[in-house]
């Protein structure tokens, strides 16, 4: 039986707006760091000045644009890849592909440790493949329900003799 699966594509996309936020919050802290460590504060108004501003940081970055986006789908079988976006479709060949990467980081809602209010996005998986010599990367948006079947998906492509690595966000190998 042949197991088909269809994943959403994210494409990342540099945001300067983005970078200039993280850039301020980094120096601002540091800042904050070099007050408390220098300064005599008796009331303690350096802190908690820091901690308003931490805080209004971390509230600010709700509304800074997420810089992934939808790109597409991936559909995936034991004979082919199939990358198709509103532009272009692409088909990729198990013949012709010769090494198969899975970087997981996570399913979306899934927690990040013990802690259940950090929760993955699922946006952070990257399947990455050499096909006629050339290297292709997706960013897959990656859903519990679809787990067990790219799991599948993965063992049917091991089984047709190409060489497949599974590793976490650590670069540990790991099994799906």
Do not use: C
Not at 6 to 31: D, G, N, P, Q, W
Not at 122 to 146: Q, V
């Amino acid at each position: 039986m042949t197991t088909t699966i269809k994943l959403l594509i994210i494409e990342y996309k540099k945001s300067v707006i983005r970078t200039i936020y993280l850039t301020v919050f980094a120096v601002t802290m540091l800042a904050f760091f070099v007050l408390i460590i220098t300064l005599k504060d008796d009331n303690h108004l350096i802190g908690k000045l820091f901690l308003i501003t931490f805080w209004l940081f971390i509230l600010g970055m709700f509304f800074i644009k997420n810089p992934g986006s939808q790109n597409g789908y991936l559909t995936i079988n034991k004979n082919e890849i199939v990358y198709s976006a509103s532009e272009k479709t692409e088909i990729f060949t198990v013949s012709e592909i010769s090494q198969i990467e899975f970087k997981y980081d996570g399913y979306s809602g899934k927690p990040k440790n013990l802690n259940v209010l950090f929760t993955s996005s699922g946006r952070d998986n990257m399947l990455k493949f050499k096909h006629n010599g050339s290297e292709k990367i997706f960013y897959i948006l990656l859903e519990f329900n679809y787990l067990g079947l790219l799991r599948r998906v993965l063992k049917e492509f091991a089984a047709a003799g190409v060489p497949i690595s599974v590793t976490n966000s650590w670069g540990r190998k790991i099994e799906l």
